[in-house]
């Protein structure tokens, strides 16, 4: 029933930007938490940034700290990562990930979230 759909990948030059959007449908997500994630071939998913949707607290991982910002439209059901200031090695896989439960701790680790978009190819150029 919950379904995460993400876009806004793409190829983009070094030092340039992309906007991600990851549309929600099914139940209200007044208590969860929305994940963003990437992953490179032969890399471990790794942690960007989570938006706990009741208060919007956001954090974010080390390497995208001060260069991506996570952000929520209630109205549209979407969650956003705008990134900027990309780098080659911001070159990955981009998922959106929701966890259903109650809880308002941070989640970052892939174990934590139940439901994942298809992802999203984004590539920055040298």
Known sequence: QVQLVES??????AGGSLRL?????GPTFSRSAMGWFRQAPG???EFVAVIIWSGGRTYYGDSVKGRFTISRDNAKNTVYLQMNSLKPED??????????????MVR????EYEYWGQGTQVTVSS
């Open 108 to 111: 970052s680790r892939p174990s």
């Open 21 to 25: 959007s990851c549309a929600v449908s």
């Open 91 to 104: 070159t990955a896989v981009y998922y959106c990930a929701a966890d259903l439960s109650s809880s308002t």
């Open 43 to 45: 890399r471990e998913r």
């Open 8 to 13: 806004g990948g793409g190829l983009v030059q």
